[in-house]
Nanobody, 123 residues
């Protein structure tokens, strides 16, 4: 049974940093990418960052490039998201996701989702 468990969300102030983590278990061998998405109220779920499951190659959305860093501990199937200089517009529910499709990683290509962790940035 596949499980993705996120942790690390919370309430922070603008300019602060936060680290999200996702522990995956039961992943089939076909899963090749681990990623983060976010969804703000009234908006579509959007891609944030992704990392290959067995490599350090990463990809970022333009909106977070230079502020967010994705990293993976591949032997443990964990992925983290370091978020710096957070702004109110970063407020959203953040989801861990895995996919069998390498690029692009779109919501329609996600194989499994985590339950999400809320990040709220106050101004």
């Amino acid at each position: 049974q596949v499980q993705l468990v996120e942790s690390g969300g919370g309430l922070v102030q603008a300019g602060d940093s936060l680290r999200l983590s996702c522990e995956a278990s039961g992943l089939p061998i076909t899963i090749s990418v681990m990623a983060w998405f976010r969804q703000a109220p009234g908006k579509e779920r959007e891609f944030i960052a992704a990392i290959l499951r067995s490599h350090e190659y990463t990809m970022y959305a333009d909106s977070v490039k230079g502020r967010f860093t994705i990293s993976g501990e591949h032997a443990k199937d964990t992925v983290s998201l370091e978020m710096h200089r957070l702004q109110p517009e970063d407020t959203a529910n953040y989801y861990c996701a895995v996919s069998s499709t390498i690029w692009p990683v779109t919501p329609g290509r996600v194989s499994y989702w985590g339950q999400g962790t809320q990040v709220t940035v106050s101004s």
